[in-house]
């Protein structure tokens, strides 16, 4: 009898546990060594596929190890290796659609997405050891190097308070969106990202923009260090298609696993499209996207096709949200002209197609520009 009061113990401190706080997301995707802890009982427990996270706990991710969750306001938090996040407060009611959220990342990285509480205007903040980011979009990315904070925005717009509370504004309609402040307060801001997001550590260089310029050529060979473009926001052409997606869902319960039980790289190439350009007829349309199932990643994909005034080319990136892939463009051009644009999509068909539309659009001559539909089967 003695034998079972410690495992009694323990059950009634999980019940406890998991009565007194408030769920905040679910695990789906835990490779290598990822544990969470209580920060008020101080209980740790190893995270795998599936398992809860709440509004208190500490989550840490060890080398070579890595996690993602998805949040209950639909919202995505990925941790890198040797990561450590600390999860203050994660509040949000889905019948009233409203919510709060505060994280602090202590070592590390992360790269988020926001849900439904920064959407319909609720408060959510990251603190850092440099000061704290208020979220104003949705993709962005925190990596944290010998006291150096880095930051990139792939979509949306943040605000940085600094300790000395000064702010520091990047991303949409910003004239950065990438920066670095140093462990002493300098803050290095740039139009490239680091390659710090990209595992190996460099830092910013503190040169002028212009004179980054004259050095740069626009070439599809560069885009493994791409000039990130400003992101432009459209619903143009995608709306059926998420009604579709949303049908799939609510009678398909298993995506999540789904998407948690495929494992590989899936290469995805274009099976139909229908692309409009505002030169006329297109030809010879490409497109494939890469889909890394094992790391919640898209880390690849382009488009290419032409018309009467040249190519038109876009690579872009992101990472799976569930459902859908939140992507960002890193690089367009059309002809010798730089372009911007967007690029949505979604799974159908249980992860066998991928179904989306973009939009291109020259930057410095708007009114030139293509869109298109897609979809992609592997």
Known sequence: MKHLLPVITTLLCVSFYT?????????????????????????????????????????????????????????????????????????FDSNTQ??????????GGLRSISGVIKKNGGSYNVKTPVGSIGIRGTHFEV????????LAVWDGAIDLTLKNNDVVSLGHNEAYSFAQITASGEVLTTTRAANVFDQNIVAIDSKSDDDKEESEQS???????????????????????????????????????????????FNY????????????????FSMMMAVDFDNGTVPDGEISFNDA???WYAAYSGLINLSKLDLAVTFASHANNKAEGNVEAIFLNDLDTVSGSFNLNEINNPDVNATGSFKLEP
């Open 19 to 91: 009565q007194a706080s408030e769920p905040a997301g679910k695990t789906i995707l835990a490779r290598g060594s990822v544990l969470a802890v209580d920060g008020d009982s101080e209980l740790q427990r190893k995270l795998q596929r599936r398992d809860t996270v709440f509004g208190v706990d500490r989550i840490t991710t060890g080398e070579k190890s890595k996690a993602q969750f998805s949040m209950s306001d639909g919202g995505l938090i990925a941790l890198k290796e040797n990561s450590e996040l600390n999860i203050a407060n994660y509040e």
């Open 98 to 107: 409203q919510g709060s959220a505060s994280i602090e990342l202590l070592k």
């Open 143 to 150: 990596q944290l190097v010998n006291g150096d904070v880095f």
């Open 219 to 265: 070439s599809v060979a560069e885009v493994i260090e791409p000039e990130v473009l400003d992101i432009i926001e459209t619903d143009s052409g995608i709306a059926d298609v998420y009604s579709e997606q949303q049908f799939q869902t609510v009678s398909n319960a298993s995506l999540i696993d789904q998407i948690a039980q495929r494992q590989g790289v």
């Open 269 to 284: 190439q274009a099976s139909s499209f229908n692309i409009d350009s505002s030169a006329g007829a297109v030809s010879d």
């Open 309 to 311: 005034n040249g190519n």
